[in-house]
Each structure stands twice: as structure tokens, then as C-alpha cells.
């Protein structure tokens, strides 16, 4: 008897390939996604601590809002500058309209609230563009156990009845019905196998998003004290 890969395989039922194949292709697409999300992590952190970097001195010091209400446009692929920048564009904006009234400490709090919601509005977006895929990692997570289990099922089914059938080399005893035993376990493993990798790699991008969702909420915070600070002193130059 072959308890080999291929020779199991080649001894499966029809139920058993069936699980199998449905186990790898959940394996496969789950693989894409990691590759995919770890790409996208990755280049999106770098691209807005670039933002942050050049965002900063920008902010520090009078007269350069204006410049910093267009740096946004060179990272449109940075989530904090798509977080940030409008905000930035609706502060300038919005002390142009006030005109005389820019000065107005009231006016001010109104405007500086408005941008704060518009902040956590589009920092809710792409946190929620940043979990593309995960729901599905963590579907194939939890069901892929399952799915192992019914092929397991089924091969447990099929041995008993082998043992049940002398026709069949029941009369062997354990021995004659083995690999259909073997053949029913290995289904489980398989899910077990997928369900461990995807469970992995779920918990790690979760952290991984609440560190970078921590990131963004700290910068929009910033750059609303940083907005209020450069209205002080009697002077709103943007």
C-alpha cells in the first residue's frame, strides 16, 4: 500500500478530491491576497511617513499652508495624504471666506471642528480600503477546518464500510481498510494546514492596521493643533 502524497491521492475518492482541491484553491487565493496586502502595507506606510516628513515643516511656519494644501497631489498614493491634504485645502479655503472675521476665536473652533470631522470621515475610508481582503483571510481561516472535516467524514464513512464489505477486504481487518483511513485524515490536516497560515497572516495585518490606524489618527490630531496654532498671535496667513 502507497500512504505516499501522490499515492493516497491516487487512492481517494471522489468526495476526498473534491475537498482537496477545494482546499487548495482557498490556500492559493489566500496567498494572493497576503502577497497583495503586504505590498500594499508596505507601500502605503512608506509613502505617508514621506508625506508626514515633508508635510511637517510645512506646517511649522507661516505663509506655507498654501504650499502644503497642494503637497497631497504628490502622494496621492499615501493614505494620510488623502486623510490629510483636503483638510489642509478646506482650512485655506475656509479663512479666505471668513475674511475679516478670521480672527474670531469662535469662528475659528467651528472651522477647526469642520476639518477635524472631515479628517476622521476620510480616515475611516481608507482604513476601511486598507482591510480589503481580510474578511475573506479570516473566512477561509475559520472554514477551512470545516472543510477538511467533511472530506474526513466522508473517508471515515467509506473505511467502515469497507470493513463492513469481505468483498471489498473487509475480512483484513484494519489493515485492508488503511488507507481509506489515511485518505480521511489527510483531508483534515490539509484544512488545518490552510486554515493556520491564513489565521497567521490575519492577525498579523490587524495589528499591522491598528498600528498604522494609531499613525494616522496621531498626525490628523497634530495637524489640528498645528491649524489652531497658526491662527494665534492675531495673524491666520495661510
Known sequence: MDFSLLGLWSQMGVVAKVVVIILLAMSMYAIGIVIERLLTFRKSRARSLGYIAALQPLVSQRGQLQ???????????????????????????????????????????????????????????????????????????????????????????????????????????????????AEALLTTAVGLAVAIGAVWFYNFFVTRLEQFAAIVEDSAGELADRLLDSTRGGSATP
Do not use: C, W, Y
Open 67 to 181: 504650499q502644503a494644501a497642494t503637497l497631497d497631489k504628490n502622494f496621492s498614493d499615501a493614505p494620510v495624504a488623502r486623510v490629510m491634504g483636503p483638510a489642509i485645502g478646506e482650512f485655506v479655503g475656509g479663512m479666505s471666506r471668513l475674511g475679516a472675521r478670521a480672527g474670531d476665536p469662535i469662528e475659528i473652533e467651528i472651522l477647526i471642528h469642520g476639518i477635524t470631522r472631515t479628517m476622521d470621515r476620510a480616515r475611516k475610508r481608507e482604513i476601511a480600503g486598507l482591510q480589503r481582503g481580510l474578511p475573506v483571510l479570516a473566512t477561509i481561516a475559520s472554514s477551512a477546518p470545516f472543510v477538511g472535516l467533511f472530506g474526513t467524514v466522508f473517508g471515515i464513512i467509506t473505511a467502515f464500510q469497507q470493513m463492513a464489505d469481505p468483498a471489498k477486504g473487509g475480512g483484513g481487518g484494519l489493515a485492508s481498510v488503511s488507507a481509506g483511513i
